[in-house]
């Protein structure tokens, strides 16, 4: 099955990339959102990034104008009945998401392939919301989409390898690189990415050293880019103590439950970069050790 027209769901940060990617690859994109606020900013997000692309030469402003153009709004679910591949990206709500695949399942072509990038629910209960689960299966892009050079793709128990092959090509032609995983809690970048982070955690708080120097030392002795406290809060505290939950729950091992002082500090409001506190302080505009709290 050739994939032409592409239904991304939910226009926020990772849908808009998706689409981007996707128009950038030549796929013709409906970008669709339950807020019609939430599609123009996708749209005019992802026009100022490829100008930047264009004011950089890394791109013509044909090219520009030829993903653009490929990319239509939409605030009508029915608009996915023409689609080969819807890609799911609204909150990570199972009952939402459920919700929407069921609807979908009832518009889209007997042939069309539902994919979901969520980050932690399993693939296969979501894909009970459709008729032929063969047809099911997970596409998790990371963030920025359109920096980031993996997607790692999900097999459900009842996906088919056609549904695989199709989705690894679409992904590939992306610009991606792809892997295939089973469906289990934190697929593979995350659950491996949470035990190292859970061991950081419990570094810190055995004293071993201090947050800027563990961060230090995975930068210039693991050539790690961030250091795992920086990119927890870069990714932000909240999503890293739902993150471990989810694989504390899933795979019943204490080495993922999350560390009383991240609760601690979810618990008290600061979630990382977007809040300007969490392991550092960004307050000043710039990362600096926190003096008002004692780790
Ligand atoms: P986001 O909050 O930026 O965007 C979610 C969008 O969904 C919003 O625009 C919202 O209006 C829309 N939405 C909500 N209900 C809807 C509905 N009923 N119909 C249509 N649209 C609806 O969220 P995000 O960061 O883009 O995350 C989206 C998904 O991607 C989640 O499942 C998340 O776990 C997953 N994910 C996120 C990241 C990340 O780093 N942000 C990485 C990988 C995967």
Redo the contacts with the bound molecule.
């Keep these: 099955m050739e994939v032409k027209k592409i239904f991304v ?9 998706i689409a981007q990617v996707g128009a950038q690859a030549g796929y013709e994109i409906y970008l ?4 019609p606020a ?1 599609v123009e ?2 749209i005019d997000g992802i026009k100022k990034l490829l100008g930047r692309k264009v004011a950089k030469d890394k791109m013509t402003q044909g090219e520009m104008d030829t993903a653009i153009n490929l990319i239509k709004p939409s605030t009508a ?1 029915e608009d996915a009945a023409a689609a080969d591949l819807v890609i ?6 199972a009952d ?2 459920k ?2 695949f069921s609807k979908l399942d009832a518009i889209c072509k007997g042939d069309c392939i539902f994919a ?6 399993p693939i296969t209960s979501l894909a009970t919301a459709v008729k032929d689960q063969a047809r099911f299966i997970g596409m ?4 920025p989409v359109p920096v980031m050079r993996l997607c790692e793709i999900i097999r459900a128990i009842k996906t088919s390898d056609e549904t695989i092959a199709v989705v690894a090509e679409v992904a590939q032609k992306m610009g991606k690189t792809t892997v295939v995983a089973k469906d289990v809690p934190g697929f593979i970048v995350n659950r491996i990415n949470s035990a190292l982070r859970a061991e950081a955690y419990k570094c810190m708080e055995e004293g071993v050293a201090s947050i800027e120097d563990i961060d230090k030392a995975m930068k210039m002795g693991a050539n790690h880019p961030m250091g795992p406290f920086e990119l927890a809060d870069f ?1 932000g505290l909240d ?1 890293n103590y739902s993150v471990l939950s989810t694989l504390h729950a899933g795979y019943k091992d204490a080495k993922f439950a999350p560390n009383l002082t991240l609760e601690k500090l979810v618990t008290s409001g600061d979630l990382g970069r977007k809040t300007g506190k969490g392991w550092y302080d960004y307050t000043s505009g710039e990362k600096k050790p926190r003096t008002d709290v004692k780790f």
């Design positions: 769901v939910g226009a926020g940060f990772m849908g808009a990339g669709y959102d339950i807020a939430a900013k996708g679910l799911e990206a609204v909150y990570e709500n939402l998401k919700d929407i979901t990038n969520t980050s932690s629910i998790h892009f990371f963030s990714v999503v």
